[in-house]
């Protein structure tokens, strides 16, 4: 404590507080009426006793508090030094790059590019918006304007693609299905089958190009009607002896905690399943700030075989491969037949459904 006194007898003061005994610091006199000195807290009482002519200015010494509010009040500051270390460290972060504009460029290939150059989120990226922009004008052709505007932690990049002409080119029309051709009416581009010809699923019915009067190919984009015997077909098999992977019951679930979709650290379990499988989903932890975590729960499973009876499962393989073709037919067509016919070969048994059809080659 410092005090501050004016007043007489300044001298006799001086002498009785030796005499109590009470130390005194940093004794000055300014002019003879005025004396400064500092005590101890312990002896601030003693001199209170003798100083009720002066008239008085006390100055607590900060350094002596400070202490005993720093260990009350210890929790209060640390979190307040914390938070405002953290928000400094992650205000100077980039959590997040939006990108507009695009038409043709991938958005993913994009940011690629970017975390190739140092720029990414999650860290301190120190390229300038020009710096970024140079990049993605240096790695594509394709941009004809590029922007970056920095928003706090967020990188916002606008940009347009230059126009690119290019003479389109046709496909020629293929066969959509197997079967035999009965009817072909070209009307434009070049035939390349005929009528009675068996063709396969891909086979190339009309040639995307006319030959004019000088014999020279013109591209047209082909058109025509092709009619045919469709024959739609599927087959399904089951083995005698089958091995399925079945739940054991056994379980367990493993956390990782994340920041700013930064990873902090896991818990302690860890996956020791062979054969398992697993759902996984993400949970908020806070409200106050982005802490997350994700949870993944693996089952295990241990393969156990099953055997089946043929006879008793014939009808329902034969009902389930029928009703595959069934369910895939072509638009427009006409059902004439269907058949499904069963074998057994090495202890597999395999159904397959036939279904004849009148209808269109290309769909």
Do not use: C
């Not at 499988?277 to 949970?283: A, K, L």
């Not at 074998?343 to 597999?348: A, F, G, K, L, T």
């Amino acid at each position: 404590m410092k005090f501050t006194l004016t007043g007489y007898n300044a001298d006799n003061l001086l002498k009785t507080l030796y005499i109590k005994k009470v130390t005194l610091y940093n004794v000055q006199r300014p002019d003879v009426k005025t004396l400064m000195f500092e005590v101890a807290e312990k002896d601030e009482k003693k001199v209170k006793r003798y100083i009720a002519n002066f008239k008085v200015k006390r100055t607590p010494k900060l350094i002596k508090r400070l202490p005993k509010f720093v260990l009350i009040n210890l929790g209060l500051i640390l979190g307040v030094f914390l938070g405002g270390i953290f928000f400094l460290f992650a205000s100077n972060y980039t959590w997040k790059i939006s990108i507009y504009g695009t038409k043709e460029l991938s958005v993913s290939e994009i940011i690629d590019v970017l975390n190739k150059n140092g720029v990414k989120t999650g860290k301190i990226n120190l390229q300038s918006s020009e710096e970024i922009e140079s990049i993605l004008l240096n790695n594509y052709d394709r941009i004809a304007q590029v922007s970056v505007i920095r928003e706090g932690t967020h990188i916002i990049i606008n940009l347009s693609e230059k126009l690119v002409y290019e003479e389109e080119e046709f496909a020629p029309l293929t066969a959509k299905f197997s079967g035999i051709i009965t009817k072909i009416n070209v009307i434009s581009g070049t035939n390349n089958v005929k009528v009675g010809s068996f063709v396969n699923v891909g086979d190339v019915l009309v040639l995307p190009f006319n030959i004019n009067s000088n014999g020279q190919k013109v591209s047209v984009k082909p058109l025509a009607e092709i009619l045919g015997k469709i024959y739609i077909t599927n087959t399904l098999q089951l083995s005698k002896i089958e091995t399925k992977l079945v739940p054991t019951g056994k379980s367990t679930t493993i956390y990782n905690y994340k920041i700013f979709n930064l990873n902090l650290f896991s818990g302690k379990n860890k996956n020791s399943f062979a054969l398992f499988s697993s759902t996984s989903y993400n949970e908020n932890i806070s409200r106050l700030i982005p802490l997350s975590r994700d949870v993944v729960t693996y089952f295990e499973l241990t393969p156990t075989q099953i055997e089946h009876n043929f006879e008793l499962e014939r009808a329902e393989l034969e009902k389930n491969a029928l009703n595959s073709v069934l369910s895939n037919l072509p638009q427009y067509s006409q059902k004439f037949g269907e058949k499904v016919t069963t074998s057994i070969v090495d202890n597999v048994m395999y159904a397959s459904a036939v279904v004849e059809l009148e209808g269109s080659l290309i769909g």
